[in-house]
């Protein structure tokens, strides 16, 4: 098949893909609203793109293969798991949901479109609990099923651009925009809303689990108390400040019952001891 006709392919496809977006909404969507040209085929297609990049440049990305840390992967799916069986993702089984571990001190972790979940092991050892851990990726996975990374990208680049783009005979357009939007996709800031959104499946995810849900608020919290909070990493935006995303988390949590529920804060302490050093 030519570029061109490939390319014509791509468009009709995504085209098609507009009529069945806001039938297949997740409840994630329906709240924070927004247009997403992009199809979720297309979501996992960045992703996949996105994945290959990083597992290509181990200068900017230390990617750990599960040999060196078979423990820490093992934790990092297991909470996966324990997020994924909430039945809160309406795409839990249309993405990969694939957890991968950078070695390097930074305070990060994200989760491209498609379920490819990437923690660094200086936020791992920065986190004291499990249920911080587990909150931070229910934050980032909420992101995903959300699809906030593509429906940033269509309001970035615009709705009328890309159907320009689509509609025009130069195939290599689009190829460029999508190899674009691949190496973008961890430097996305996320909007206010979205950002708050992520904050509040998070919060659902893991109120259907064993975990505080006010773990999702932990890592704030920390933040805060060691006066570090113009710090804090692009994973988790500074929209809305520290403290108002504590109070929003906790507002959230006040309507639960989080009776029987915990932080796993000895366990996580002994599990980073021997496994984190």
């Given at each position: ?10 468009v009709v ?5 507009l ?6 909404q997740?409840?994630c ?16 297609e960045?992703g ?18 599960r ?11 297991l909470i ?7 039945g ?17 001190p ?8 498609g379920?490819?979940?990437y ?21 980032e ?7 906030h ?15 320009a ?18 190496s ?79 932080d ?8 980073k ?5």
């Amino acid at each position: 098949m030519s570029c061109k006709r490939a390319g014509r392919l791509f468009v009709v496809l995504l085209l098609a893909g507009l009529g069945i977006f806001f039938a297949g909404q997740s409840s994630c969507d329906k709240k924070s609203g927004g247009f997403n040209l992009f199809t979720i085929a297309q979501d996992k297609e960045f992703g996949a793109r996105l994945a290959a990049q990083i597992e290509s440049d181990p200068g900017t990305y230390p990617l750990v293969k599960r040999e060196s840390m078979p423990e820490v992967y093992q934790k990092l799916e297991l909470i996966r798991d324990k997020i994924l069986s909430s039945g809160k993702l309406r795409l839990r089984n249309e993405f990969a949901w694939e957890v991968r571990v950078l070695d390097a001190p930074t305070l990060n972790a994200f989760c491209a479109p498609g379920g490819y979940i990437y923690f660094y092991t200086g936020l791992l050892k920065y986190l004291d609990t499990e249920a911080e851990v587990a909150g931070v990726m229910g934050h980032e996975m909420a992101h995903a099923d959300c699809r906030h990374s593509t429906k940033q990208m269509t309001k970035s680049y615009g709705i009328s651009t890309l159907l320009a783009v689509m509609v025009g005979d130069n195939a290599n357009d689009m190829t460029k925009i999508a190899a674009q939007m691949a190496s973008e996709l961890t430097r996305l800031k996320f909007s206010r809303d979205d950002e708050s959104e992520a904050d509040r499946c998070a919060v659902s995810y893991l109120q259907e689990t064993q975990y505080k849900p006010t773990g999702v608020a932990g890592f704030f919290e920390k933040l805060q108390s060691e006066k570090k909070g113009a710090t804090v990493p692009e994973f988790l935006s500074t929209h809305p400040s520290d403290k108002t995303r504590i109070e929003a988390i906790y507002a959230e949590c006040a309507k639960l019952d989080m009776s029987g529920k915990r932080d796993f804060e000895e366990e996580y302490k002994e599990f980073k001891e021997k496994y984190l050093k």
